[in-house]
């Protein structure tokens, strides 16, 4: 994208921009943050080399964030989003109950390779912004918390499932991420996944 298909069109204060091709422009932005920010790190990136990187120019960034620190915050948000929507049609096509997470887990997974930046935005955002890194985490957990609860009704698990699984779960997640999608990629997602689903339905109790 050249610096001269940027929406010119000025936005609203709120920012959010009311053509498609101010719609493009933010996702080029976003995208453009996702990989600066994921190699240097919030304080060494700059808006500058994120323009760059996006193919915008430099004046018509604030057209869309009011800061560097703006960017960021929508940035934490729209990568939230993401695992949801990636994660989202896998549990939903999964039965409820451990299947679901099983579903659920193995598209984390896979995201997590595609999109490695993801942890070290979130990590910092827990000193930039940490009002976004709370949110994220307990977005996911209520989300986690409902199904649980859903499934429980069913008399797909246990009964008293809620909160606590939920975070424990969410826990579980984040390091197999940390560890089969970001340090390494040796272990198979679907193993991985079914490894973390027998883990649910058995515990670690000897059989």
């Given at each position: ?35 600066e920010f994921g190699e240097r ?57 451990v299947p679901a997470e099983r ?77 089969y999608g970001v340090w390494a ?23």
């Amino acid at each position: 994208m050249s610096s001269t298909a940027v929406d010119a069109t000025p936005a609203p204060a709120d920012k959010t921009p009311r053509t498609e091709r101010g719609r493009r422009t933010r996702r080029a932005l976003l995208d453009a943050a996702a990989a600066e920010f994921g190699e240097r790190g919030f304080h060494d990136a700059s808006v500058s080399g994120i323009t760059r990187r996006a193919g915008v120019a430099l004046g018509s960034f604030y057209t869309y964030f009011n800061s560097k620190d703006a960017l960021f915050r929508a940035l934490v948000s729209d990568m939230s989003g993401r695992v949801r929507d990636e994660v989202a049609p896998a549990v939903r096509g999964a039965p409820p109950g451990v299947p679901a997470e099983r579903a659920g887990l193995a598209a984390f997974l896979a995201f997590v390779r595609e999109h490695k930046e993801i942890y070290r935005i979130i990590d910092e955002s827990e000193f930039v912004d940490p009002d976004s890194f709370r949110r994220h985490y307990a977005t996911t957990a209520v989300r986690i918390e409902a199904r649980l609860r859903s499934a429980a009704a069913l008399g797909e698990i246990r009964a008293d499932a809620g909160e606590v699984h939920a975070w424990a779960i969410m826990g579980m997640n984040v390091f197999l991420g940390l560890r089969y999608g970001v340090w390494a990629e040796d272990g198979d997602v679907e193993v991985v996944a079914d490894a973390a689903a027998d883990l649910l339905c058995r515990g670690l109790a000897a059989r």
